[in-house]
């Protein structure tokens, strides 16, 4: 973040919770690469330090936020990305854990959903809605997610199994007795029956 004079030299405001420096120079792209100014971070520790003081207000808009400053940032689509996928158990049992680009480990369940635009028609290259993970609440209704890359969203797709939701067959996984939707299933197109 900006030096306390730089900021005040950027039009930053002063508050009672420290100083609003407006826009940051950060971006996160969508393969979770983090830029300062253009340039890629590449220092892990830095961005797991950066990663520990991201927060969404309840706009939806992204910011650094430390006791001192706060700051909006630019993210392409979610600042997080899970990379690998580890489970235990079967069935209403099993626990699914991921691991994201800064190393924290999530496991799927009550607390943090995996959410997907399941009842999406698959594109015509049998692609389906790319899956989310909830890192931690956000300061409105908008959570702080974690996209699932597509080597994990495969290892998803293999462990799923039939069900249901909202009376819609699809195939899902379950992790600490939440079922989560991932897609329609494959035989049922607009229009046809599906029977279980």
């Known amino acids: 973040m900006p030096a306390q004079g730089q900021g005040y030299a950027m039009g930053a405001a002063r508050t009672a919770s ?3 420096c407006g826009a940051l ?3 996160i792209r969508r393969d979770g690469t983090w830029l300062y100014r253009g340039s890629p971070i590449t220092r892990k520790p830095m961005i797991c ?3 520990g003081t991201l927060r969404r207000d309840a706009a939806g808009v992204f910011r650094l936020q430390t006791p001192v400053e706060s700051g909006t940032i630019e993210v392409e689509d979610a600042p997080f990305v899970a990379v ?3 489970w235990c158990g079967c069935g ?4 699914l854990s991921f691991r994201t680009n800064v190393d924290q480990v999530i496991c799927a369940g009550p ?10 028609p698959c594109d015509e290259e049998g692609g389906g809605a790319v899956p989310y993970i909830e890192v931690r609440a956000g300061d409105g209704d908008l959570p702080v997610e974690a996209r699932v890359s ?3 969203y495969y290892e998803l797709a293999a462990l799923a199994v039939p069900g249901h939701c909202r009376g819609v067959p699809c195939l899902g996984v379950w992790s600490r ?7 329609r299933l494959p035989s049922c197109r607009d229009g046809e029956e599906c029977r279980d």
């Open 18 to 20: 420290g100083t609003i």
């Open 25 to 27: 120079p950060f971006r």
């Open 49 to 51: 330090l950066f990663a």
């Open 84 to 86: 690998a996928l580890e």
């Open 92 to 95: 209403r049992d099993q626990v």
């Open 111 to 120: 607390e943090h959903p995996i959410r997907a635009d399941w009842d999406r």
């Open 150 to 152: 597509r080597p994990v």
């Open 177 to 183: 007795n939440v079922f989560f939707p991932l897609a």
